[in-house]
């Protein structure tokens, strides 16, 4: 029997009654504004036969849909809310703001970061991870966006830590850091002892492969070099007696040509709401070259030596 609306509430009660007094489970069709294609038993509840539409949203087969541009939400039984799609498709977990295709926004009190968990990729026998790997997004202070990947249980530890990617205004840089923030934590490339490369090297053939200059702040400790600069033709002897002192330190100015280096740094910092990049140029001493000037000096020197040792046998 189809039963307008506003009798609906009233047949239920008749109906309870009637399940108490005989144990009889009854259900009624139910037609109402909203086209309600389903059953409702005499207990009140409604098991869904069919697409349900309950205006701002539908229920259909294997689909909950919403019914206007409004977006839809799934909340807790508090009211907060859990996740949100937006008109279009995009998801926000934790807000209703979506960005992006996927945005997650951590709410005050609940864990940091995000975590992904299951069986490790090559290994399964080892069983599942209920931890898995955190991801910790934007942990540190505004215009320092941070992401810190690693193992969930090192959280809060002062010896174990995180691989750190990190971007702050014009540097871009990686690192590791413990996992209470305390401090920094080496990190290591290739710990099996593989090859890597810096540059264009896509095939390092030692264990660290630079193409490019390399600069360096500090001292550099090597067991040996081995240098490949070109060989000097000239007078070296009159291009060394050239070079002079200034303030204690070799002025790079009087250097041959040969041997002379620059090095040009930059610096960006923000004047005003705007990039401003400054070139400093630093001079240098090669080396290699100099080695290579040495070289020949001596040369030129032996050679004096022996004429001057031949005159005299003369």
Do not use: C
């Not at 009211?79 to 926004?105: M, Q, R, Y």
């Not at 002062?158 to 990686?174: D, E, H, K, W």
């Amino acid at each position: 029997m189809n039963v307008p609306d506003a009798l609906m509430r009233q047949l239920l009660d008749r109906l309870t009654q009637v399940e108490r007094r005989l144990g009889i489970q009854e259900t009624i069709e139910v037609s109402s504004a909203h086209s309600h294609a389903a059953y409702v038993n005499v207990d009140g509840t409604t098991p869904l036969t069919g697409d349900w539409d309950a205006g701002a949203y539908t229920i259909q087969a294997d689909t909950i849909a919403a019914t206007d541009a409004n977006g839809i939400s799934i909340k807790d039984d508090g009211g907060n809310l859990g996740v949100f799609v937006k008109d279009g498709g995009d998801v926000a977990i934790g807000h209703a703001s979506p960005l992006v295709e996927l945005h997650l926004t951590q709410r005050a009190g609940s864990g940091k970061g995000f975590l992904i968990s299951g069986k490790e990729q090559y290994q399964e026998a080892n069983g599942d991870d209920s931890h898995g790997v955190w991801f910790g997004v934007g942990v540190n202070r505004t215009a320092n966006r941070q992401l810190w990947i690693g193992d969930y249980d090192y959280l809060g530890s002062s010896t174990n830590g995180f691989f750190r990617f990190y971007s702050t205004g014009p540097i871009a840089g990686m690192g590791g850091v413990k996992g209470d923030a305390s401090g920094e934590l080496p990190i290591v490339l290739n710990a099996n002892g593989q090859p890597v490369g810096i540059g264009a090297a896509t095939t390092p053939t030692t264990p660290l492969y630079v193409t490019g200059n390399a600069y360096f702040t500090a001292n550099v400790s090597a067991l040996s070099f081995t240098d490949r600069t070109p060989g000097y033709d000239g007078d070296a002897l009159a291009e060394l007696a050239g070079i002079k002192t200034k303030g204690g330190e070799i002025d790079h100015a009087t250097l041959p040509a040969f041997a002379r280096t620059e090095q040009i740094h930059k610096t960006v910092e923000t004047v005003n709401g705007k990039e401003v990049t400054t070139e400093t140029v630093e001079e240098g001493r090669d080396l290699g070259a100099m080695i290579s000037m040495l070289t020949v000096a001596v040369q030129q020197l032996k050679a004096e030596v022996d004429g001057l040792k031949a005159g005299k046998k003369t």
